[in-house]
């Protein structure tokens, strides 16, 4: 087995595990910014290389991979990791970043990405002063470590600490943000519970039928009023195809709301207004409190950390077939330890065919083949959803899915 064994590492930050971007030499009329101490972050429990499937070296690191990268504007970690390994849900096992500098998390457009092979083992750090030296490069200080055993077309450069320069170019993230952004900033989910106890929509100024931005609208049940609200409408049910059991309800997302006037108790109307309508707006339509959660925009993408087994729910746009960026919804959640960075396996049915040279031509049931991967980048108690980030062939709802 490949294994990897980092002595000094501390890996920080929940969203991305990259390291911060090297910058040109300074000149000495520049200001210099010194570098800032952070607190590290939790950090989610990463399983080393050797615990990870693959016994050889070959089974971890790409074909072809680059003797060096340079980022460019538009690069997301998970292109960048695909470049050098097989896996790239890899990438928090074999990264090495220098924990002196600001911001040792975050890798930005110019940063330049070298990988080593240390006794047999992947490292990747950044090229230049914001890297972090692999055991047995020569220190600034002239001690030098064991030998390494470096790949061919690899470069060994010895590094010395010292200030930097912080851009002000924005990190590169994750996944692509632009296939997610609308589920991290808006309710799609909502249970029974929550339909019942819900304030709902009984009237708009005038008695209109519709509503829209900058109407006047008056809820009741209002329990416990606060300044602002997501106006949603039920729609589909997220039906366990295991169970049967019903998970929760898509919810459609109308318009924002600000509270005016609170009614006196439950059942006295409450006033509010309407701040920016997506749809229209009708009565008995529902009002959530504003999702205040902890928005996630960069991911630690990893295994999970417990066994995870289920099947694929829905998916968004109403299409048949699944494919790369397409966001899905699974029946799985939060109570069966998934987290936002966990990667699983999408995996197809194996096809029944019949065994011509068996009695009666049996039928013979294929094995399952891995369709794609996904990432989980949204959860819930019950289900999540998640992104395709690689499409091997076409996936489908009811599709199962497992540790990859």
């Known amino acids: 087995m490949v294994s990897i064994f980092l002595p000094s590492l501390m890996i920080f930050g929940s969203l991305s595990l990259s390291g911060c971007g090297s910058q040109p030499a300074v000149q000495q009329e520049a200001p210099i910014v010194q570098p800032m101490a952070t607190e590290p972050e939790t950090q989610?429990?990463?399983?080393?290389?050797?615990?990870?499937?693959?016994?050889?070296?070959?089974?971890?690191?790409?074909?072809?991979?680059?003797?060096r990268y340079v980022?460019?504007?538009?690069?997301?970690?998970?292109?960048?990791s695909k470049r050098f390994l097989n896996d790239p849900w890899l990438w928090p096992s074999v990264w090495h970043i220098n924990p002196a500098i600001r911001n040792p998390h975050l890798i930005y457009p110019g940063?330049?990405?070298?990988?080593?092979?240390?006794?047999?083992?992947?490292?990747?750090?950044?090229?230049?002063?914001?890297?972090?030296?692999?055991?047995?490069?020569?220190?600034?200080?002239?001690?030098?470590?064991?030998?390494?055993?470096?790949?061919p077309g690899l470069k060994v450069v010895k590094l010395s600490p010292s200030s930097r320069v912080s851009g002000i170019e924005k990190a590169i993230s994750t996944i692509p943000m632009s296939a997610i952004r609308p589920f991290?900033?808006?309710?799609?989910?909502?249970?029974?519970?929550?339909?019942?106890?819900?304030?709902?929509?009984?009237?708009?100024?005038?008695?209109?039928?519709?509503?829209?931005?900058?109407?006047?609208?008056?809820?009741?049940?209002?329990?416990?009023?606060i300044n602002t609200y997501n106006i949603v409408r039920p729609g589909k049910e997220y039906i366990d195809p295991e169970s049967g059991d019903v998970l929760g309800y898509e919810a459609i997302y109308l318009a924002d709301a600000r509270l005016v006037e609170a009614g006196k108790d439950e059942d006295d109307p409450s006033t509010l207004?309407?701040?920016?309508?997506?749809?229209?707006?009708?009565?008995?339509?529902?009002?959530?409190?504003?999702?205040?959660?902890?928005?996630?925009?960069?991911?630690?993408?990893?295994?999970?950390e417990t066994e995870v087994k289920g099947q694929i729910m829905d998916v968004f746009n109403g299409v048949s077939q699944i494919g790369q960026y397409m966001v899905?919804?699974?029946?799985?959640?939060?109570?069966?330890?998934?987290?936002?960075?966990?990667?699983?396996?999408?995996m197809r049915k194996g096809a029944e065919v019949y065994d011509s040279k068996h009695f009666f031509f049996s039928s013979v049931?294929?094995?399952?083949?891995?369709?794609?991967?996904?990432?989980?980048?949204?959860?819930?108690k019950n289900l999540s959803y998640a992104l395709i980030m690689e499409a091997n062939r076409a996936m489908h709802v009811n599709d199962r899915f497992e540790n990859p």
Do not use: C
Not at 195 to 208: G, N, T
């Open 44 to 67: 989610p429990d990463l399983a080393p290389i050797e615990d990870q499937p693959g016994d050889e070296i070959s089974d971890v690191i790409a074909p072809n991979y680059p003797e």
């Open 71 to 80: 980022v460019v504007k538009g690069d997301t970690l998970w292109d960048i």
């Open 111 to 151: 940063d330049v990405i070298v990988m080593y092979v240390v006794d047999g083992k992947p490292y990747i750090t950044l090229d230049g002063q914001a890297g972090m030296e692999p055991q047995g490069v020569v220190s600034a200080g002239g001690q030098t470590a064991p030998t390494i055993e470096v790949k």
């Open 184 to 225: 991290l900033d808006r309710p799609r989910v909502v249970t029974e519970d929550m339909l019942e106890d819900a304030p709902y929509i009984v009237s708009s100024y005038e008695e209109h039928l519709i509503s829209s931005t900058g109407n006047r609208i008056y809820a009741r049940n209002l329990t416990d009023p």
């Open 273 to 304: 207004t309407v701040t920016k309508a997506l749809r229209e707006v009708l009565n008995n339509d529902v009002l959530i409190p504003y999702e205040q959660r902890d928005q996630m925009f960069q991911f630690t993408p990893r295994s999970p």
């Open 328 to 346: 899905v919804v699974l029946n799985r959640g939060e109570d069966d330890g998934l987290a936002p960075g966990h990667v699983l396996a999408v």
């Open 365 to 380: 049931e294929l094995p399952d083949e891995r369709a794609g991967i996904m990432m989980v980048f949204k959860t819930y």
